[in-house]
């Protein structure tokens, strides 16, 4: 099993940027494809992005596509989310999320593992 914990997360007004960071431990880091969810309230949760366990491919959700940026470092266990240009309708809780797989998944069901959540709130 591996283990999840968000950080980064924070008050900001719109334009600005944050980058979040999960770090993984209990378990090999670099087995395991990384997502970034996000829900707000009243809402579902959203796929934001994810990022493939060798780093070879990304995948960011249209809403963010030309803002946010997923990258990892397999050496430090550690996926970030690099958020620019951050609108109002970006605040939410921001989860990361983990699997082990050369795939990438798209969904919040590809995910077994999950960490706690990093709030991010965007005033305009």
């Known amino acids: 099993q591996v283990q999840l914990v968000e950080s980064g997360g924070g008050l900001v007004q719109a334009g600005g940027s944050l980058r979040l960071s999960c770090a993984a431990s209990?378990?090999?880091?670099?087995?395991?494809?990384m997502g970034w969810f996000r829900q707000a309230p009243g809402k579902e949760r959203e796929f934001v992005g994810g990022i493939r366990r060798d780093g070879s491919r990304t995948y960011n959700a249209d809403s963010v596509k030309g803002r946010f940026t997923i990258s990892r470092d397999n050496a430090k266990n550690t996926v970030y989310l690099e958020m620019n240009s951050l609108k109002p309708e970006d605040t939410a809780v921001y989860y990361c999320?983990?699997?082990?797989?050369?795939?990438?998944?798209?969904?919040?069901?590809?995910?077994?593992?999950w960490g706690q959540g990093t709030q991010v709130t965007v005033s305009s």
């Open positions: 209990g378990r090999t880091f670099s087995n395991y494809a």
């Open positions: 999320a983990a699997r082990d797989t050369p795939l990438l998944p798209t969904t919040g069901d590809g995910y077994p593992y």
